[in-house]
């Protein structure tokens, strides 16, 4: 069970890092904002407490240090600076490892962790900063004085409930007597008698005085995983210890006797400070607020949502063979009730792919990460702009797009951005600039990622081509398809990185990693003025919407989202056609012949033909088949070793009678004839 906690603590905390990063990326821009500084500090308040609760010790120790710094920040005790915000940063990746490996044993990372909290002590002193930063670190930092001690009234009201998600009350009693001197009061007038008593239910309450030197937030630290599951009130009633006080024993002893619980008003307010806990909420406020928090999301493991999808896929294709049934039989009841079918079909597969749908935000955090730490270690400044960050992808696309997007990334900071004298000598402001833009296109989603550096000379990438022997020297290539270059396998070699901006470096891979979730990638540039690569995505690989097309005998599967157009043709119109171009509405297409693709005989002894018009990098090209079948609810299965590698084909689907139909990747069948021209 415990192991369960700790399982859920760990995600929940890693959700908490990642609202840290972000609270952290934003401070850094506005080094004055309350908010943002309040908000660091209670993510690792919770991080502290959580990590001593659940066994995390290690973790809590190094918390409780970078609290300290921000807890001297919050109270104007220290500035907050560029060296502060990277020790920062730095000591999350920290507290990242220590979620990830638990308490530890290693004398190597033990040693790691001492010198890390030693830099976290040294940054308070002063000492732990250089230049200005560290100037002004050492002016503000001073020791903290040593706050009096104070009496606090804690009135803890637990829920029936709160046993049953292996709370231990005592446990959290316990932390709040190591903060100080504490007297507990404990009341069990609600206690039923025994033959009522359920063993998995709570039925006590408890009020504890503490006297400590502590803050109030230590003591709300104690209770942050429970705030949820009980009443709680923390009040200061006096500003130095009381718990020795003969009347305020009397009146401890008077309120277990009589179950009354003990209020601000029974003690006297000697030195009292403003009360630093919530006000009593009126029995009213209470109903309300119970009756408003309603739980908005649930965490669900991604296996079950791939399960989920699976099933759904599953319920795609029966759904299929009790279309054709129906049509077969031509029973009016069996067709009425197989359109119902269908209808919650696609009704429970979007729901199901909503549910898979994850935000791109959830993989941005480690972009920005990467722009401000390669960004600082080469000398440059850029401003990372991200644009539709909210944007959501299927969770394997984009556990497929993260590394083909560090790369990009990479190659814009490493070779795209100049540093910034030699932005200023080219007119340019020293600050470079990166965007990240992502959108919904139709079907697709687009992403954009432009940089305003020095661009790519596309001539000496051409003469680069030409040495190489990828192209001749007398080639008439367009600048896009000059550019296009650099995604070819074996152009990306240390000599182009030097003299390229390193843009072909690993570019063929880029392009065959986003192929493998079917997806585009182009790139623009002008020399001088920057770069601008955009990638092409579905939203999903599972399920996707086709037009089932016959070539000879067997059935394929081209997605709707790449048609534009379709055209019935007679066969004198291609014994016209020169050079694979057919005239249609008075404008000339290229085609592909799918019989010829896959290799079907008797092509001559076709009497009508159909042309499906698809839509590839801004042209259309036409494709030819025997036979528009119709609309078809696709499920897309992955492809056994022996068609692994091939090269047109992204998978297969099971008909409703049971044969195969072959699903076609558009982008890879033109791109394969423009190769071969």
């Known amino acids: 069970m415990i192991d369960k906690f700790r399982a859920k603590f760990v995600e929940e905390s890693t959700d908490n890092v990642h609202d840290l990063e972000e609270a952290l990326f934003l401070l850094e821009k506005d080094m004055d904002n309350k908010e943002l500084i309040e908000r660091i500090f209670r993510a690792m308040h919770s991080l502290k407490g959580g990590g001593a609760m659940f066994g995390f010790n290690h973790l809590s120790e190094f918390t409780h ?31 990242k490892f220590l979620l990830k490996t638990g308490d530890l044993s290693a004398a190597e990372d033990l040693n790691a962790q001492q010198n890390f909290i030693q830099r976290l002590q040294a940054f308070l002193s002063g000492e732990g900063s250089t230049g200005p930063s560290g100037a002004a670190a050492s002016q503000t930092a001073a020791a903290p004085e040593e706050s009096d001690e104070k009496t606090y009234l804690i009135s803890f009201i637990p829920q029936k409930e709160l046993l049953q998600n292996g709370t231990n009350p005592l446990y959290l009693l316990d ?141 795609v294709t029966l759904q299929a063979q009790l279309s054709l049934y129906a049509e077969n039989t031509q029973d009016a009841t069996m067709l009425s009730m197989s359109e119902n079918v269908q ?8 729901n199901a792919f909503d549910i898979s749908l994850i935000p791109l935000q959830s993989e941005l955090m480690r972009f920005q990460r990467l722009v401000r730490d390669l960004s600082k270690d080469q000398g440059k400044d850029i401003d990372f702009v991200i644009e539709g960050g909210d944007l959501e992808l299927d969770k394997n696309i984009i556990e497929n797009l993260t590394d083909p997007l560090l790369h990009i990334l990479r190659n814009s900071i ?40 020095k661009g790519i000379d596309a001539e000496l990438i051409r003469q680069k081509a030409i040495a190489k022997g990828l192209i001749e020297s007398d080639a008439a290539l367009t600048e896009k398809e000059v550019l296009d270059l650099i995604f070819v396998s074996g152009f990306s070699t240390r000599e182009v990185v030097s003299d390229v901006s390193g843009r072909g470096v690993g570019m063929d891979v880029v392009k065959r990693k986003l192929a493998n979730i079917r997806g585009e990638v182009s790139i623009e540039s002008e020399k001088g003025k920057g770069t601008l690569i955009s990638i092409t995505l579905p939203m999903t690989l599972s399920i996707i919407d086709g037009l089932l097309v016959g070539v000879g005998e067997n059935q394929y599967v081209i997605p709707i989202s790449a048609i534009d157009k379709l055209y019935a043709l007679q066969p004198e119109q291609l014994k016209q056609s020169f050079n694979q171009v057919v005239v249609i509405d008075n404008e000339q297409y290229p085609y592909i012949d799918l019989r010829k693709v896959f290799k079907v005989s008797d092509a001559e002894d076709r009497e009508q033909l159909q042309m499906i018009m698809v839509k590839a990098e801004d042209r259309l090209t036409g494709l030819l088949v025997d036979a528009v079948i119709g609309e078809y609810q696709t499920v897309v299965k992955p492809l056994g070793r022996y068609l692994k590698k091939q090269e047109i084909l992204s998978g297969a689907s099971i008909m409703g009678d049971g044969t195969i139909a072959l699903v076609i990747d558009t982008t890879r069948l033109l791109q394969k004839q423009k190769n071969r021209k």
Do not use: M
Request: net charge negative.
């Open 65 to 95: 240090h970078l609290e300290t710094i921000f807890d001297w920040v919050r109270t104007n005790k220290l500035k907050v600076t560029t060296d502060l915000i990277t020790l920062t940063f730095s000591a999350i990746d920290q507290i």
């Open 175 to 315: 932390d709040i007597h190591a903060l100080g001197q504490a007297l507990t009061l404990a009341y069990t007038h609600k206690v039923p008698s025994l033959d009522l008593i359920d063993a998995e239910a709570n039925y006590c309450l408890w009020q504890i005085l503490v006297s400590t030197a502590e803050s109030i937030n230590e003591i709300k630290d104690v209770f942050i995983f429970v705030e949820d599951e009980c009443e709680l009130h923390i009040d200061q009633v006096a500003g130095r210890n009381i718990l020795q006080d003969k009347e305020v024993l009397e009146k401890t002893e008077k309120a277990v006797k009589n179950s009354t619980l003990l209020t601000v008003e029974d003690f006297k307010l000697e030195n009292q400070a403003p009360v630093a806990g919530p006000a009593p909420q009126t029995e009213e406020k209470k109903k309300a607020a119970i009756k408003e928090h309603k739980i908005s999301s649930i965490r669900v493991s991604s296996h079950k949502i791939d399960e989920l999808v699976t099933l759904v896929s599953e319920l």
């Open 343 to 350: 209808k919650l079909s696609r009704q429970l597969r979007e």
């Open 414 to 453: 490493d070779h795209g951005i100049e540093v910034p004298e030699d932005r200023i000598k080219a007119g340019k402001a020293p600050k470079g600039n990166i965007l990240f833009k992502a959108f919904y296109s139709g079907a697709n989603v687009i992403i954009e990622i432009s940089d305003d550096g």
